[in-house]
């Protein structure tokens, strides 16, 4: 194993440079800023090889100190055994046990086609991780030793040289041990033993043996594992409707040693928050510090950029404590402040903290602050019985765009910073502001909510419980109140973070007895549900974070399902809160089938990843639509027939005789499905937000499910796994375009809305072009006159009965014609160019087969792709295989015959490889 010693927050001093400080009383200046910074050494003197100097004056940008603090990182080489020793090998950490076993090649690729059944005996046995290290006197003659583990999955219990010190039963949290004692001069050894999460979540339901907590197992089409939610553990490790069964165990995050003599700072937090009325900024500072013992001490806090500087006197208590203090910002600085994705800026300041005790620096750290405000604002709603719902940053209604974010992997090892960024790079290309971190995932790593921070995207955070009743025993309790604070004190510093929310579905899954609970039971659920998420899981939110609110669950009724005693009667209603909706059968390109809800944070329809996603997982035997594979990859009952229904609906379904090329084809089609009909969908939400029909509407939300895979298999999502994006995504990347043209017909009337978040008002018109399906060229052309839109609204532009715009327009009809439009102001045109089908596809006549060639070239700014078409081609996809990298769009409605489009490769290939690599389709092609 790798056995650093590293000092923590200070920097190690050469004991030579005593004597000259000592003497010599030093002033010490900071590059740029000699008054402000300095800092007078009074003394120093040399203990055990540490310095420790007495300050005086004002301090910053400069850190030594009394206490010396020590970390030694045990993370790297342990060694893993399962429970006979038939297993024995190296394995790293941080990791888990199936990656150990694929790294040393005991097993196979864990996503190769039936291999999580294989696999499924490795969560059923129980596995043992070990190491030595030595430690050095200096740490070991220290005060205080802890052994901390910031995650450990699950169920453990913990020995280092023969003594246990600790056992674990929440993935969430951070385990902390005192071991000083325990530590020898000699090797130490240090072991770690975890139970089968299968076994002991059984043990846990069979101990609760009073009633039933369901759902008892997974449906039979997971092929997954039962009684999760007995187990404080990433609840799609059993398996979901998107994901494989892979109940982990592992140490998932890092192993350490912290050595200290006074006090240790475990969690710095820094939440601003502004007082309106008298328009000031303060930041409240949280720092969980373990002492030694009781001592009196100062801690200042500053933001130099804001000349705002603070110092108060404060008592470390003995133990670990919370001491929290208050910045109060200069109200003469200009605070520049965060924003969202599409609205501004992402500045942020750099926050220094510095404790003293007796004069001595024992802490000191640096942080980033955004300022930001953020509210979610439930009110009368004019015009409708309900409440508004919606949010507004640093004063201004936003509406949020975006997605639903799951696990990234079932081996949290592999989610690599690299692969964290492109998710979420690829959420910001295609104009996203915002994410739901769902609760049946994991709270994610910090880099993760660092990247949303710089990016602007906004992140609502469940709470990870999902679609299931939960136990309330005393234990569970206590080990959920430790997850939930350490994850809130965590996470509170993100400006990305802007609402908390209980769980995932667990009101509607009550409300609408998903469960088949006797009604003289539903009160004792109903006890429980208040118990964890309000009494408990909310009381805590609340005392941690007084900057946002706590929603119970996602979908509520918020406001409303409180006063409903915290389950509404219908947690759906669209008058209130969020609403999470799927219909798979009804037409998804009639807007009338979705409802006109406040707020849209789930909705979403299934689609297969494309071939060279599924390649590397399969064999040619697997290579078709009703192969045992792909019924194996699904895990949504009947998910497979629901997709071509649906396509079948507007779509000619693919009938190639050749088997391999019907199956690509069939892949494609339901892509095709798939973005169209999350399009019409977002399109509703969007065009929605400024009116009240019937007391229904002010939509100011639209987050589909989901934006990413845990493996290579048909699912909601947008981009498949290995980051490749669905022909979904590319269309993500216009309807959710800052300004968009929408069109829908209600009663034969064609509408167009102007939609705009910005926040400035435009002058626009919309500009109609009616193509006859057999002619690249428009049959006519109509512009409505300019209108006032509003930033932030949805506005009609433009309105014709369809027969009337058909009439004026030459030979057309809903079958042989359709339209594109897009909206333009004196400056040209505004937004992207969108299109409307006045009839399904498969009914249309003259649709061709377009022939489109494609040349592939690259110059100074990368590769591109010409297309040349000799007809109007719909869903035109190019697809490179598997060079990773994406397209600047795809997936779309060629009306014209020459078409160049850019592709950004991942990783270095060549022109002669693309071209070998393209292959191009479009809808008629798959006929
Ligand atoms: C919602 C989500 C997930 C699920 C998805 C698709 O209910 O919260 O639980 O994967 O629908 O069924």
Redesign the pocket.
């Known amino acids: 194993m790798t056995n650093q010693e590293v000092p923590s927050q200070q920097t190690q001093h050469n004991p030579d440079a005593v004597t000259l400080l000592k003497s010599v009383p030093v002033t010490y200046h900071v590059l740029n800023q000699p008054e402000a910074m300095t800092l007078r050494v009074n003394m120093c003197v040399c203990v055990s090889g540490v310095l420790l100097c007495l300050f005086s004056g004002v301090l910053s940008g400069f850190s030594s100190v009394k206490d010396q603090q020590h970390t030694v990182s045990l993370s790297g080489k342990w060694s893993l055994s399962n429970s006979n020793g038939s297993v024995s090998l190296p394995a790293e950490v941080p990791g888990c046990v199936h990656s150990a076993l694929q790294q040393q090649g005991y097993i196979q690729d864990p996503y190769f086609r039936f291999n999580d059944v294989s696999y499924r005996w490795i969560a059923f046995d129980n596995w043992t991780y070990s190491t030595t290290f030595n430690v050095s006197t200096q740490l070991r003659s220290k005060q205080k030793v802890l052994l901390v583990f910031d995650g450990v999955d699950t169920v453990a219990s913990i020995q280092l040289n023969g003594v246990s010190v600790g056992k674990t039963d929440n993935m969430f949290r951070r385990y902390d041990l005192s071991v000083r004692d325990l530590l020898t001069d000699a090797d130490n050894e240090l072991r770690v033993s975890f139970s089968s999460p299968v076994l002991y979540a059984s043990e846990r339901r069979k101990a609760h043996s009073a009633y039933r907590v369901p759902p008892e197992c997974p449906p039979d089409v997971q092929k997954g594992e039962c009684h999760v939610n007995f187990i404080r553990k990433e609840q ?1 490790s059993f398996s ?4 494989p069964s892979f109940p982990t165990m592992g140490l998932w995050k890092g192993v350490r040693l912290e050595a200290f003599d006074v006090l240790q700072l475990i969690q710095v937090s820094s939440v601003p928050l502004y007082n309106l009325s008298v328009s000031q900024w303060r930041v409240h500072v949280q720092l969980l510090v373990d002492a030694v013992q009781t001592t009196n001490g100062q801690i200042t806090l500053s933001i130099p950029e804001l000349e705002s500087e603070q110092t108060v006197q404060t008592q470390f208590l003995s133990g670990k404590t919370k001491n929290s203090i208050t910045l109060h910002i200069n109200t003469s600085s200009q605070v520049k402040l965060w924003w969202p994705n599409g609205h501004g800026d992402q500045p942020f300041y750099q926050l220094t903290v510095r404790g003293f005790q007796d004069g001595f620096l024992v802490l000191s750290t640096e942080s980033k602050v955004y300022f930001r405000t953020v509210e979610l604002v439930q009110e009368p709603v004019v015009g409708s019985p309900g409440l508004s719902f919606y949010f507004r940053i640093n004063g201004k209604p936003i509406f949020l765009k975006g997605s ?1 974010w ?1 696990p990234a992997h079932s081996f949290q090892d592999q989610v690599s910073p690299a692969v964290l960024r492109n998710l979420l790079q690829s959420a910001v290309d295609a104009n996203m502001n915002a994410l739901r971190v ?3 995932g994991v709270y994610e790593q910090d880099l993760f909510y660092s990247i949303c921070d710089e990016m602007g995207i906004m992140v609502w955070q469940d709470f990870m419980f ?2 299931a009743m939960y136990p309330t025993e005393d234990d569970f309790i206590q080990t959920v109140r430790e997850e939930v604070s350490q994850q809130v004190q965590r996470l509170k510093s993100h400006p990305s973070v802007i609402i908390w929310s209980g769980n ?2 667990n009101e509607a899954a009550l409300a609408t007895d998903w469960f088949s609970i006797p009604v003289s039971q539903r009160p004792l659920y109903r006890k429980d549900y208040v118990t964890l998420y309000v009494n408990n899981i909310r009381a805590i939110v609340r005392e941690e974070d007084e900057s946002r609110q706590f929603l119970v669950s ?1 979908p509520t009724n918020g406001a409303e399902s409180e006063q409903e005693g915290w389950v509404a009667a219908n947690p759906y209603d669209p008058l209130y809160g969020d609403t ?1 909706f ?1 219909s798979y059968f009804l037409d998804c390109w009639d807007w009338r089938t979705f409802p006109r809800t406040r707020f849209a944070s ?1 909705y ?1 329809f ?1 689609s297969w990843p494309s071939f060279s996603t599924l390649q590397p997982v399969s064999v040619k035997a697997d290579w078709s639509y009703n192969s045992s594979f792909s019924s194996h990859r699904q895990h ?1 009952e009947n998910g497979n027939q629901q997709m071509l229904q649906q396509a079948a609906l507007h779509f000619n379904l693919p009938n190639a005789t050749d088997p391999l090329k019907r199956f690509t084809d069939t892949l494609y089609i339901t892509q095709v499905m798939q973005a169209q009909c999350v399009k019409t969908q977002t399109e509703f939400y969007r065009r929605s937000q400024s009116e009240i029909i019937e007391g229904k509407g002010r939509t100011m939300g639209a987050l589909y ?2 934006l990413n895979d845990i493996w290579q298999a048909p ?2 999502s947008s981009i498949e796994f290995g980051g490749k994006w669905k022909m979904l995504h590319y269309f993500a990347q216009n309807f959710f375009a800052a300004v968009l043209p929408v069109a829908f017909e209600d009663n034969d009337t064609l509408f167009i809305y102007a939609v705009s978040d910005l926040s400035h008002d435009l002058k626009l018109r919309a500009v109609v072009s009616v193509y006859s399906w057999a002619d690249l060229d428009p049959v006519c052309t109509l512009k409505s006159d300019l209108l006032l839109v509003p930033g932030g609204s949805a506005a009609a532009i433009f309105k014709q009965p369809v027969t009337a715009l058909l009439a004026g327009c030459g030979l057309c009809t809903r079958l042989t014609c359709l339209l594109t439009f897009h909206l333009e102001d004196s400056g040209g045109q505004q937004g992207p160019t969108n299109h409307h089908f006045l009839s399904s596809p498969k009914d249309a006549q003259g649709l061709q087969r377009p022939n489109i060639t494609a040349k592939v070239q690259q110059d100074a700014t990368g590769y591109t792709v010409t297309l040349h078409s000799a007809s109007v081609a719909p869903y035109v996809w190019l697809d490179v295989g598997n060079v990773p990298g994406r397209f600047s769009s795809n997936g779309f409605l060629m009306v014209s015959r020459n078409r160049t489009v850019g592709f950004e490769a991942w990783r270095s290939t060549s022109v002669a490889e693309l071209s070998r690599s393209l292959t191009v389709t479009s809808l008629a092609d798959v006929y």
């Open positions: 799609s979901w409707d998107w994901g639903n799951i769902w609760g049946g999902a679609c995932n579905e996602s999470h799927y789930e979403g299934q949504h499910w989901q699912s909601w």
